[in-house]
């Protein structure tokens, strides 16, 4: 089965960087869209960003600003999240998520189960 398994999450001053990867396993992970969401307790999930299948287009929430960048790796099957000038407010879990359809939509068939970003003020 579908199985997105994420990593690199943990605590970050404020200002500082983190890299999340997201590693998939029993998929085509070429042919399927890719992307990351985060969930605060008590709030809904809310999408971070989103990238091709094959890499050469990415979408980013509003609150990224140029400060989070999505890559991706088909021959090793990960995604990565590059997180720079971290603010308090990016404290949250982020989910991997993928999906077959071209591009990834706002509830993607695929999660990972998570991993907690922590920014300290």
């Known amino acids: 089965q579908v199985q997105l398994k994420e990593s690199g999450g943990g605590l970050v001053q404020a200002g500082g960087s983190l890299r999340l990867s997201c590693v998939a396993s029993g998929l085509t992970f070429s042919t399927y869209s890719m992307g990351w969401f985060r969930q605060v307790p008590g709030k809904e999930r809310e999408f971070v960003g989103r990238?091709?299948?094959?890499?050469?287009?990415?979408f980013y929430a509003d609150f990224v600003k140029g400060r989070f960048t999505i890559s991706r790796d088909n021959a090793k099957k990960t995604v990565d999240l590059q997180m720079n000038s971290l603010l308090p407010e990016d404290t949250a879990v982020y989910y991997c998520?993928?999906?077959?359809?071209?591009?990834?939509?706002?509830?993607?068939?695929?999660w990972g189960q998570g991993t907690q970003v922590t920014v300290s003020s």
């Open positions: 998520a993928a999906d077959s359809r071209p591009v990834l939509p706002n509830a993607p068939s695929y």
């Open positions: 990238i091709s299948w094959y890499g050469g287009s990415t």
